[in-house]
């Protein structure tokens, strides 16, 4: 039998991960050996609902590792069983050097002894610290305040609303529609350099770049596509989650052609929530806003170092969310949150109901 995630499942529901509550813990860089402690860990908090199958094959979590692809932190019991976990990661920014802080599982018998506020500092510290890291990136779901909380302490700040990126949770206070999530950022590393800004977000970017801890000279971008050349984009999909993303490193005259062929293709599969990250890099950035919001499409927010170069999130959503299910943590986040609720009912309005 391959040793592939149906193989660890069966052989991780044979033997559940159980560990002793009265022993001290201890955190950790990952270190080889570690892999298995931590895919059981997976399997012990996600049955077999992650949809990530890599994280519940041992040799694929060291692999990651090794590659700088997944930084772990791991915390251990006295006699050296893993019961929580925490990583700094690579994941959909193109820019390698902005990486995702997250995957903070424990194990639930060890959930009272505050382990993840202690993963969530040593993962912005000694692991950051650790790595060529430039920026750290985190997206807290908004169903409850605990994760956006762990960002605002690490002096992380709120830029974008993702509206309806993940299916409804189950047991989530009875909210029927999709759950939205927040992108919080900070800046470990700046890199100044200029960004265009389309005229007709200002406003809204002017509010979320109040408390930016970078330095960037803003510029007003153009409301036409370029006159030549090719689109260059790159799609993610992710399945089980009604979600699709599009990267626009670089945008050309054919751009209309190609996001009419990528949107048409993710309906198809499926997908109920797009989304469009733009490149303020480049001055023709606000014609591809005008574009989306001509075709349904509205803002996100802004994000900085998303291609080295800062970017902007655009989306077009198909479904509600559950705006009364969504939890805050302060008044910016609020506010943020009224602003891009504005733009979705106004630029792209969803049937009552």
Not at 27 to 37: H, I, K, R, Y
Not at 233 to 252: C, D, K
Request: hydrophobic share 40%; net charge negative.
């Amino acid at each position: 039998m391959p040793e592939d995630k149906q193989y660890f499942v069966e052989r991780f529901a044979a033997d559940p991960l159980t560990a002793d509550v009265e022993q001290e813990v201890a955190l950790s860089l990952f270190a080889p050996g570690d892999e298995t402690g931590v895919a059981r860990l997976y399997h012990a908090v996600y049955g077999d609902a992650y949809p990530v199958e890599d994280y519940y094959i041992p040799r694929r979590i060291l692999e990651l590792n090794q590659e700088q692809q997944l930084s772990s932190v791991v915390c251990k019991t006295e006699d050296g069983v893993i019961v929580a976990h925490g990583a700094l990661y690579r994941s959909s920014p193109p820019f390698a050097g902005l990486l995702e802080v997250g995957q903070y599982l424990v194990l639930k018998s060890h959930r009272r002894r505050n382990i993840a506020e202690m993963i969530n500092t040593y993962v912005h510290g000694p692991l950051a610290e650790s790595l060529p890291v430039e920026g750290i990136y985190a997206e807290p779901v908004t169903n409850h305040i605990v994760t956006q909380l762990f960002g605002i302490q690490a002096n992380m700040a709120d830029y974008a609303v993702q509206l309806g990126l993940l299916p409804p949770s189950q047991g989530w206070d009875g909210a029927s529609g999709r759950m939205s999530c927040f992108l919080q950022f900070k800046t470990v590393r700046d890199r100044p350099h200029r960004v265009h800004l389309p005229e007709r977000h200002r406003d809204i970017l002017d509010f979320i770049l109040a408390d930016r801890d970078f330095q960037r000279t803003f510029a007003e971008a153009s409301d036409t596509l370029p006159t030549g050349g090719q689109t260059v984009h790159q799609v993610q999909v992710f399945p089980g989650t009604g979600t699709a993303r599009f990267q626009f490193p670089s945008l050309g005259a054919d751009f209309p052609r190609v996001l009419e062929g990528l949107e048409s293709e993710a309906l198809r599969e499926g997908c109920v929530t797009l989304q469009a990250f733009l490149n303020l890099g480049q001055t023709e950035v606000g014609g591809a806003v005008e574009r989306l919001c001509a075709d349904g499409w509205f803002l996100g927010g802004y994000l900085p170092r998303w291609f080295d170069s800062d970017g902007l999130l655009m989306q077009k959503i198909l479904e509600r969310p559950d705006y009364a299910a969504i939890r805050l943590h302060n008044d910016k986040a609020r506010a943020l949150l009224e602003r891009i609720r504005a733009e979705q009912e106004k630029t792209a309005p969803l049937p009552q109901g």
